[in-house]
């Protein structure tokens, strides 16, 4: 029976993490954004993805011009003092290159399929 509990955790951890789920969490959340579903993985590796979630925020010309985390609390909405995105976003608006232009993602290592 241990087996059996873990294997329904892992499909239901999995499951949680599907594209669907994803895009029903984001209509919940009103996410400003778009995700990609990398099927075959043929953009994860071009943008050099490591973690989950990795922002790559393009200018109107599709150049990357911020990569990274979202903000400097992962764990803690609530306890956010830096919006490295929104901040990013706004200097782009402004024309002005994001300040910082890259921070570490935090998140799941990406798994790539062999």
Known sequence: MRLKSSLVRYFDHYEKESFKAMQQRAKEKKFPFVYLADEGQKVTPK????????????????????????DDNAKSPENVKVHYIENAIEALENKE?????????IGCPVKRIQ
């Open 47 to 70: 943008y050099g993805a490591v973690r989950t979630p990795h922002v790559f925020l393009l200018d109107k010309e599709k150049r990357v011009q911020y990569i990274g985390t979202f």
């Open 97 to 105: 290159k994001p300040n910082p232009n890259f921070t570490k993602a």
